[in-house]
């Protein structure tokens, strides 16, 4: 147990962290087989029709919930949403770089590039300025 005088965004940061060493999500790999996903080795999750997928660095596995569900759930793991279908993990962001129109890529550990939308572009930058 760790305590504190106050309860700073840092040390947040931090019991988030170690709770989320043994959070797991429900998925479903390939084969239909199911297995306990955990949530640190998730790179981002994307909404496909009416399908959600986890990505981690290997592999994907279908998650039986709605993006909006997961992203109220993924929250305190730093997940934030970067556009109508993409949930991005933050601590799982290499770089990010201007493209097009006013969007971002959000350049992934794995190599992998997320697209972030204008409309939540603003958000993104302020939230990765209030974790500096």
Avoid: W
Avoid at 7 to 22: A, H, Q, R, V, W
Avoid at 49 to 66: G, L, P, S
Avoid at 95 to 112: H, K, Q, V
């Amino acid at each position: 147990m760790i305590e504190c005088v106050e309860m700073t965004p840092e040390f947040e940061d931090i019991k988030n962290y170690c709770l989320s060493k043994g959070a797991f999500l429900t998925g479903y790999a390939k084969t239909s087989s199911r297995q306990q996903v955990c949530i640190r080795d998730i790179l981002y999750v994307e909404a496909i029709d009416e399908k959600v997928f986890a990505y981690t660095k290997e592999q994907v596995f279908e998650i039986r919930q709605r993006l909006y569900e997961l992203e109220a759930e993924l929250a305190p793991y730093k997940f934030i949403r970067c556009s109508k279908s993409f949930l991005i993990c933050l601590f799982k962001v290499e770089s990010i770089r201007p493209a097009l129109n006013g969007r971002y890529l959000a350049c992934m550990t794995n190599g992998e590039e997320v697209i972030i939308s204008r409309k939540y572009a603003k958000h993104v930058k302020e939230t990765i300025m209030e974790e500096l």
